[in-house]
């Protein structure tokens, strides 16, 4: 289970008292999550989330409170730093520094369908329309250049047919690296997988865990929704719901011809991004209770990407 940091009633009870939310009437730790201490947190006064950053940027959370608050109230459903009566958002539990959000209501979906996959698309394209005139700066700390610094010796670590699919990928982001970074930009959520996202029947209801969220080029983030909402186990595409994700997007941001040509190379390197990491946090926490995903389905993944020819719709 996924709680680094166990708390204690009384240490919860007073963290809380400045919120005036009312008296705890529960809480609980959250097995699911690989980064953080999550909890929910019963108080007479609603449903919360009480988060222990555990690691990552830290010195990044006054950006994720911002973004948060822009997409708020840009009516995006998402998580926000509730404020204590004195309007600190961020403040320090157990030594860790801890934010206390919502509770969104919802489940998330293992296996969506084109109209949950329709959902996401609209969600990402209202991300990209509320941040990409006043775009708040954060570079990625799993961006491009940290792929290029990661990748190659961790191909090492791999049998020689993963090995020579995965230079290929690490090839391919150095020969289009100029282009990519010249495509049209906005806030990313940069990590909107099936485990982040909260549906209540067909209805999208919440998007959590910003803590990858950066600035960058918007096809990345459909590159990296698309990997993961709309594949088949053996990693190929589905065309069906990967149509519908991106139509619904485009109905709201239409896409440019650069980003029609580079969509296939992004789909690989968005599978590139995520099989490095989980490599890496395969390494970091062999033998320990902390969840930790598949690195092969990213190389699974990113092999049937290079056989793909699906395209972006109504493009131009
Ligand atoms: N604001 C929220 N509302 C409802 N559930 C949440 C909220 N934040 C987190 N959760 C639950 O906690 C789990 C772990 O949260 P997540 O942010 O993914 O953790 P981590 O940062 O450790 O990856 C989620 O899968 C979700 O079930
Ligand atoms: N959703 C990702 C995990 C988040 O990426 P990380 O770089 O923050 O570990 C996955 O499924 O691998």
């Known amino acids: 289970m996924s709680v680094f940091t166990p708390l204690q009633r009384d240490e919860l009870d007073a963290f809380l008292a400045p919120y005036r939310l009312g008296r705890l009437r529960d809480f609980e730790g959250i097995a699911a999550g690989s980064e953080n201490s999550n909890f ?32 708020h109230q840009a009516r995006l459903p998402v998580p926000f730093a509730i404020r204590t009566e004195a309007g600190e958002a961020l403040r320090s539990l157990a030594e860790k520094p801890a934010l206390l959000q919502p509770r969104l209501a919802g489940k998330h979906v293992a296996s969506p369908n084109a109209h949950h996959c329709a959902e996401v698309g609209r969600w990402l394209a209202r991300l990209h329309l509320a941040t ?29 047919e993963p090995l020579e699919l995965l230079r290929d990928g690490l090839a391919e982001i150095a020969e289009l690296k100029p282009k990519i970074l010249a495509l049209p930009r906005a806030n990313l959520h940069a990590d909107l997988f099936r485990d982040n996202v909260l549906f209540e029947g067909s209805h999208l209801t919440g998007v ?17 929704a698309v990997n993961d909402w709309c594949s088949h186990p ?5 065309e069906e719901r990967s149509q519908a994700l991106l139509a619904a997007y485009s109905a709201l941001r239409r896409f440019s011809p650069a980003e ?57």
Request: aromatic share 10%; proline share 6%; hydrophobic share 45%.
């Open 208 to 224: 959590i865990d910003f803590y990858n969220a950066c600035s960058g080029p918007m096809l990345y983030d459909l590159a990296i």
């Open 132 to 160: 990409r005139d006043r775009i708040i700066e954060r570079r990625s700390d799993r961006g491009l250049d940290w792929m290029q610094q990661e990748g190659p010796s961790l191909a090492m670590s791999l049998p020689p």
């Open 234 to 238: 053996n990693g190929e595409l589905d």
């Open 260 to 316: 029609a040509e580079l969509w296939r190379p992004m789909l690989r390197v968005a599978c590139v991004r995520f099989w490095l990491s989980r490599l890496i946090a395969k390494q970091n926490f062999a033998g320990q209770s902390v969840l930790i995903k598949d690195p092969d389905e990213f190389c699974r993944l990113l092999a049937a990407r290079q056989r793909c020819h699906s395209a972006l719709p109504f493009a131009f």
């Open 40 to 71: 929910f947190v019963s108080l007479e006064r609603g449903e919360y989330v009480l988060t222990l950053v555990e690691r990552g940027p830290v010195a990044d959370l006054p950006f994720f409170i911002e973004l948060l608050d822009v997409l």
